[in-house]
């Protein structure tokens, strides 16, 4: 065809015609999500809460998580409650109507825990010392956490619903996804699962509005990815965590030394590319292969992404679209990129299924 060559928001727009996987933004902040639906996001794949916590609002959380004294552990919950109603509040205007799926709080509790010598006094040191821990990320994490602080997620989920009729009483209707993380077993999805509809029973009593929504989990431990069916039953959605899944699975941690060890074993050949970049499809893929069909054998229409960072990666892409998932997530600036791997993709499946049927 004559003509210049088209610009990149055409080739886009051809993409999007052919792709058929969603994409969406990891995102925690309502600027955030407006960056990445000018890149074309179709909604909110990942909003990290324990993001809303780090900087001026540490705080706050170690209060919840320190304080010894039952009423001022309280005092800080409802102050938590108010400062996420806001984030909330702002965050589904942004994302309209479109899918948001909300992370109830996920931090290895060394980012929360004051460092040693910096706690308020001798008692809050004396209680943060004991739960520091030599791992933290295989630590009190996730769901973890929010079982031993019972009243952390239905705090969260409270604000969220609370936030949500806020919203839709100026006419927009995110469509909500809550997600629960680091599961590795059926029990606590269905303790989590319990606090969220108290929550949502909460907000229905106070403002006479039920908030729709769906509840799912993060298939981000090896043992979820094995227990998929069981956890099916619980959850509408499943959402692979495949950077914890990464590290589970291969015992390489996400942030120390064993970048040495990729590097070296990239130079020998073992590896192609680092598997916290790329999905090894004979390892943690094969695991979310097999998490896809346990899960659809007992929830046939489950609906099922990837919010790792894998979810922005070309060949990840490709591989997460054989598999039949619904979406991708990545961060914002990887959204284009993530449109157009994934109509690669079909384009490539057309392509070997055309060069077989000859
Ligand atoms: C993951 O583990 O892949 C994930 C998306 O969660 P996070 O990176 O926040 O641990
Ligand atoms: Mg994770």
């Known amino acids: 065809v004559a003509g210049p060559p088209p610009d990149l928001s055409t080739l886009l727009e051809w993409a ?9 933004v990891n995102a925690d902040t309502a600027a955030e999500v407006d960056t990445a639906v000018a890149l074309g996001a179709e909604g909110v794949g990942l909003c990290r809460t ?19 004294d039952p009423a001022a552990r309280d005092e800080a919950l409802v102050a938590l409650e108010r400062a996420q109603h806001e984030d909330f509040r702002a965050l589904l205007t942004a994302v309209g109507n479109r899918p948001v799926t909300v992370r109830l709080l996920d931090a290895p509790l060394h980012e929360f825990l004051p460092a040693p010598g910096q706690a308020l006094d001798a008692a809050e040191e004396q209680r943060a010392a004991a739960l520091r821990e030599a791992n933290p990320m295989l630590g009190l994490r996730g769901v973890r956490l929010a079982l031993l602080h019972e009243r952390l997620y239905p705090a969260q989920a409270e604000a969220l619903f609370a936030a949500w009729v806020d919203v839709a009483a100026t006419g927009v209707r995110p469509a909500l996804e809550v997600m629960v993380p680091l599961i590795s077993l059926p029990e606590e999805l269905a303790a989590a699962a319990a606090y969220v509809r108290e929550a949502a029973d909460a907000v229905a009593a106070r403002t006479g509005v039920r908030v729709p929504y769906r509840l799912g989990t993060m298939v981000e431990t090896p043992r979820a990815a094995l227990l998929a069916g069981e956890l099916a039953e619980h959850a509408e959605f499943f959402s692979f965590g495949t950077n914890d899944l990464t590290q589970l699975t291969y015992g390489f941690s996400r942030d120390d030394v064993e970048r040495q060890v990729l590097a070296s074993y990239q130079e020998r050949g073992f590896l192609t590319a680092s598997p916290f970049a790329r999905l090894d499809p004979h390892g943690v893929g094969a695991l979310i292969a097999l998490a896809v069909e346990r899960a659809r054998s007992v929830r046939p229409g489950i609906k099922l992404g990837v919010c790792g960072e894998h979810g922005g990666d070309p060949e990840s892409i490709a591989f997460c679209d054989g598999l039949g998932l619904d979406y991708v997530s990545c961060s914002a600036h990887r959204v284009p990129v993530a449109r157009m791997a994934a109509a690669h993709s079909v384009l490539g499946r057309r392509h070997e299924e055309s060069g077989s049927a000859r």
């Open 16 to 24: 999007d015609e052919t792709r058929r996987l969603a994409v969406r």
């Open 50 to 68: 324990e993001h809303q916590f780090l900087g001026e609002r540490l705080p706050l959380i170690r209060r919840v998580i320190l304080a010894a």
